[in-house]
C-alpha cells in the first residue's frame, strides 16, 4: 500500500523523505513524490510517475537545504498512476500526502467550486477541503484539519504542511497507520516503523481519530474532538540488517532462508518440549475462558487465510470438542452468520493492517466474541485492537509474498490450540507428540532449506515456460497446496490453483494436458496411498507432475521429485511449503520478473 513519510528538524529533510520512501517501496506503488518547505515560505515539490529512482533523477536539479517535508508514495486507487495524480497534492498554501480511501469524496468535491482540479484523485479533494476551512493561514493549520476530517468518510492517514507556517507538520489517522519517530531536535513520521529504523529507535502510533501537531521539538496530540491525548512512546523492536537484504539478491529468498532463525523467534519462551506444554502470555484468556471455548474462527486474507486453514486442521486433531470454521474476512464481514455462545475469533494478519482483516474485526467485537490477535507487525492496528493475542515475532517482512510469516503464523495458532487443549485437560501423551516436533521444526526447516534449494532451482527454469498450473493435496497437504499455489501465482503471474485431491473428479481433471503442470504434495500417512492413486490418474491424461514428499521410497514414474528427509511425521506439509516458496522464487527470477514487488500488488492490503 501507499506510503508516507515526513521530517521536521534541523537536517535536510530531503534526505530522510528519500530513504524512507525507499525503505517503505516494499509496500508496492507506482508513482512517488516530496514536497519540502523554505524557512521563507518557498515550497519545492518534485513528483514522478514510476519508482524513487525516477523521483531522484528529478532531484538531481531540484537539491534544496530545507529542513522540513513530506513525501509519499501511491498505490493508484482513485485516478491512473501519474505525475498529477502523485502526492503530495496542494491547495493554496497546503501540500498534503494521503493513504485510504475519502469515500464522499464526489459529495464534497461539489462544494468546492473555487479550487482548480489538477488531479483525478480523492486525496486532492481532502486537502482543498482543508485549504477552505484553513483560509490562507487566518486559522491554525490543525484547526482546519480538524474540520475537514470531521466531514470526511472513508479511511486516512494524512501529513499536511503549510508554506504559512514552515516549522510544524499536522498529521493525523483513520484506519491507515502513521507512527511518529521521536528524535534529537528532530520529528519524523512514516506509515511505518521499518523507515524510521536507524534514525530513532522512540515511536509514538497514532490511533484512530487522533491527530497531532509535530514539531522538530514538540508532538502535541488531540482527538477530533479536541480532547488532549498523553503520547505513549513505544520502542521501535526492528533493527537495520533485518530491513536490508542481507547479501540475498532479493527479499523473498533472504526471508525464505532466515525461517529456521524467524520460527525459532516465535516459538522463544512458549515451548518446552521435554515436559510436552506450551505457554502462551498474550491472549489474555483466562483458563476459565480457555476451557469453556467451544467454536473458534479463525479470519484472514490470502496467507493469512490459508495459515488458518492449515492451523484448523491440526488444532481439530487434539482439541475434539471444539468446532473450528476458517473464514475469508472480506467475506465474512458481509456475512450474517450466527456466533455461537462460547466462541473466540482468531484474527491473522502480518502487517496488522489489512483493511478486510480490521473491520471483520471489529465486526466481530461488535457481537462481544473475544477476539486474539495472531500478528507479526508490532503496534499495528489489529495488534492494538485485539483482546488479546500472540505476536509471531518472525522480524519484518518486506517482500510483498508472505513467507515466512505463514510458518509462524500457522505454528503460533497451533501453539494457542494447544494452550486451549491445555486448560480443557487434554491429555499429555496427546499433545506432546506436536510440542515436540514444533520444538525440533527450526531444525528441519534449515536441513530442508539447505539440501532442496538446489534441487528446486534446478527444476525452476524447466516450468518457467507453463501459464497454468494446478496444486494438488489431501488434508494437511490440501491448505498447503492453496498456499503454494498463491505463492506462485503472486509472483510469477502463473494461472496456478490449488483443489483437494478428491475434488480432481469433481471438475479440475478435465484441466489436465499439456498446457498444465501439476505439483502434487504427497506427505506419508493414512492418505498417502489415496494420493498417489489421484496422482496415477492426472498421469494417465498425460499430466506433468512435480511430486513432493517425505516417502524415500517413492518411485511413480514422473516428471520430476522433490523429496524431503525428515523425521517429522506431524508438521511435513510446513516443510513442503518451503518448496513451493523456493519453486516460486527460482521461476520469477527465471522469468526475470520483480521477485519483491510484483506487479497490481501490494504488501499490506490497506483499501478494501
Ligand atoms: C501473501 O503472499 C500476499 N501478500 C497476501 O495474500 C497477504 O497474505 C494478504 O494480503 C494478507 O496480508 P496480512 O497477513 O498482512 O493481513
Known amino acids: 500500500m501507499c506510503g508516507i513519510v515526513g521530517y521536521v528538524g534541523e537536517s535536510k529533510a530531503q534526505d530522510f523523505l528519500v530513504s524512507g520512501l525507499k525503505r517503505l517501496e516494499y509496500r508496492g506503488y507506482d508513482s512517488a513524490g516530496i514536497v519540502t518547505v523554505a524557512p521563507e515560505g518557498e515550497a519545492t515539490l518534485i513528483r514522478a510517475k514510476g519508482k524513487i529512482t525516477d523521483l531522484e533523477r528529478k532531484l538531481v536539479e531540484n537539491k534544496k537545504e530545507d529542513t522540513i517535508g513530506i513525501g509519499h508514495t501511491r498505490w493508484a486507487t ?29 459529495e464534497l468535491k461539489k462544494a468546492l467550486k473555487g479550487h482548480e482540479f489538477k488531479s483525478d484523485t480523492d486525496s486532492e479533494v481532502l486537502v482543498a477541503l482543508i485549504n477552505s476551512f484553513y483560509k490562507d493561514g487566518k486559522y491554525p493549520l490543525v484547526n482546519a484539519v480538524v474540520q475537514a476530517l470531521k466531514l470526511v468518510q472513508g479511511t486516512y492517514g494524512i501529513a499536511v504542511v503549510s508554506v504559512k507556517n514552515p516549522d510544524e507538520i499536522v498529521v493525523a489517522r483513520s484506519g491507515s ?82 525461517q529456521p532463525d524467524s520460527l525459532t523467534e516465535t516459538l522463544r519462551g512458549r515451548v518446552d518440549a521435554e515436559n510436552g506444554i506450551v505457554s502462551l502470555g498474550g491472549p489474555g484468556l483466562s483458563e476459565k475462558e480457555l476451557r ?55 484474527i491473522v494478519s502480518q502487517s496488522g493492517e489489512t483493511a478486510d482483516t480490521l473491520a471483520c474485526l471489529r465486526e466481530i467485537k461488535k457481537q462481544g466474541v473475544k477476539t486474539i490477535g495472531i500478528v507479526n507487525v508490532i503496534g499495528s492496528t489489529i495488534a492494538r485492537e485485539v483482546d488479546g493475542g500472540t505476536y509471531v515475532h518472525a522480524g519484518p517482512e518486506i517482500s510483498v509474498a508472505s513467507t515466512k510469516a505463514f510458518t509462524s503464523q500457522v505454528i503460533a495458532m497451533v501453539m494457542f490450540g494447544i494452550t486451549i487443549a491445555q486448560a480443557k485437560g487434554v491429555r499429555t501423551s496427546i499433545l506432546k507428540p506436536y510440542v515436540e516436533e514444533i520444538a525440533k521444526l527450526p531444525g528441519e526447516i534449515k536441513q530442508v532449506l539447505a539440501s532442496s534449494a538446489d534441487d528446486v532451482k534446478k527444476i525452476a527454469g ?123 522464487y527460482y521461476v520469477t527470477v527465471a522469468k526475470g520478473y520483480n521477485v519483491d514487488q510484483p506487479r497490481n500488488l501490494a504488501k499490506s492490503v490497506t483499501v478494501e
Open 78 to 106: 482513485h485516478g491512473e498512476p501519474s505525475e498529477a495524480n502523485a502526492h503530495p497534492h496542494q491547495a493554496g498554501p497546503l501540500y498534503m500526502v494521503h493513504n485510504g480511501i475519502i469515500e464522499n469524496c464526489k
Open 462 to 584: 524447466k516450468y518457467k515456460k507453463y501459464d497454468h498450473a494446478i496444486y494438488l493435496g489431501r488434508d494437511t497437504a490440501y491448505p498447503t497446496a492453496m498456499e503454494g499455489a498463491l505463492k506462485l501465482k503472486e509472483v510469477s503471474y502463473t494461472d496456478a490453483n490449488a483443489y483437494a485431491f478428491g475434488e480432481l473428479k469433481h471438475g479440475p481433471l478435465a484441466l489436465v494436458d499439456d498446457r498444465f503442470f501439476e505439483t502434487a504434495f504427497l506427505p506419508k500417512g493414512m492418505l498417502y496411498e489415496k494420493a498417489i492413486s489421484n496422482v496415477q490418474e492426472v498421469l494417465a491424461r498425460g499430466g506433468h507432475v512435480i511430486a513432493v514428499t517425505n516417502n524415500q521410497k517413492f518411485d511413480l514414474k514422473v516428471d520430476d521429485v522433490i523429496r524431503i528427509n525428515t523425521s517429522l511425521e506431524l508438521f511435513v506439509p510446513i516443510l513442503m511449503n518451503l518448496i513451493s516458496q523456493l519453486f516460486a
Open 292 to 346: 469453556s471455548i467451544q467454536h473458534l474462527i479463525i479470519v484472514g486474507c490470502g496467507t493469512a487465510y490459508h495459515a488458518g486453514m492449515l492451523a484448523a486442521y491440526y488444532i481439530e486433531q487434539f482439541t475434539p470438542e471444539i468446532t473450528i470454521e476458517t473464514v475469508i474476512a472480506s467475506e465474512y464481514r458481509y456475512r450474517q452468520a450466527y456466533i455461537p455462545k462460547n466462541s473466540v475469533a482468531i
Open 177 to 258: 497507520p502513521l507512527v511518529i519517530g521521536v528524535g534529537h531536535d528532530e520529528t519524523l513520521i512514516a506509515s511505518d516503523a521499518s523507515a524510521l529504523v536507524g534514525h530513532t529507535k522512540q515511536a509514538i502510533y497514532l490511533n484512530d481519530g487522533e491527530v497531532a501537531v509535530v514539531k522538530k521539538n514538540s508532538i502535541e496530540i488531540k482527538t477530533l474532538n479536541a480532547e488532549p491525548v498523553s503520547a505513549k512512546v513505544e520502542e521501535i523492536e526492528t533493527n537495520l540488517s533485518a530491513i536490508q537484504k542481507g547479501g540475498y539478491d532479493h527479499f523473498l529468498l533472504k526471508e525464505i532462508m532466515e
